[in-house]
């Protein structure tokens, strides 16, 4: 008659099983994530909200207090030609944040500080997320799985500490 298939028993490849542990979602893992990533959030409010009253400093002032371009938000399509030598230089979000910063606080540094802390604190616990996300994928489940988030913790904490 007909040859008999040799796949290994189990769900198909599509089913809700295989998408779970392809995702890793165990519950178990979630706490340890939610911690690492709540101590992450933590650790970098207590080390950026120190400089919150730092005046404006180094291309601050080219580019926040002498940027006449982030003055207004309409029309839109200026905050592309932000000034050379400015970090804003083709970078339309951040021209983009700078004048809603303004926008809605002036040159109140606070604003600007806070902004910027939100931002950086909000990559790292993206970077947390894809880092270990990564190591619990199926092909390095096996050797980092146990550990992903002690990992993707130290690593995002190094990357979001860093002096630079």
Do not use: C
Request: aromatic share 6%; net charge positive.
């Amino acid at each position: 008659m007909g040859r008999k298939s040799k796949r290994p028993a189990g769900p198909p490849a599509g089913s809700e099983r295989t998408t779970a542990l392809a995702r890793s979602d165990d519950p178990a893992d979630r706490v340890p994530a939610l911690l690492a990533a709540s101590l992450l959030l933590l650790v970098g409010a207590v080390i950026y909200l120190n400089g919150l009253n730092t005046p404006f400093l180094l291309d601050d002032v080219p580019s926040i207090v002498q940027n006449a371009y982030i003055r207004d938000l309409w029309p839109p399509w200026h905050l592309v030609n932000a000034p050379e030598n400015t970090i804003a230089t083709a970078r339309p979000l951040v021209s983009l944040s700078l004048a809603v910063n303004y926008a809605t606080s002036g040159l109140d540094v606070r604003a600007y500080r806070l902004t910027n802390i939100a931002i950086h604190l909000l990559a790292a616990v993206v970077l947390f997320g894809v880092v270990r996300r990564t190591l619990l994928a199926a092909a390095l489940r096996q050797r980092f799985g146990a550990h992903a988030s002690a990992i993707a913790f130290a690593g995002t904490l190094l990357w979001m500490t860093h002096p630079l």
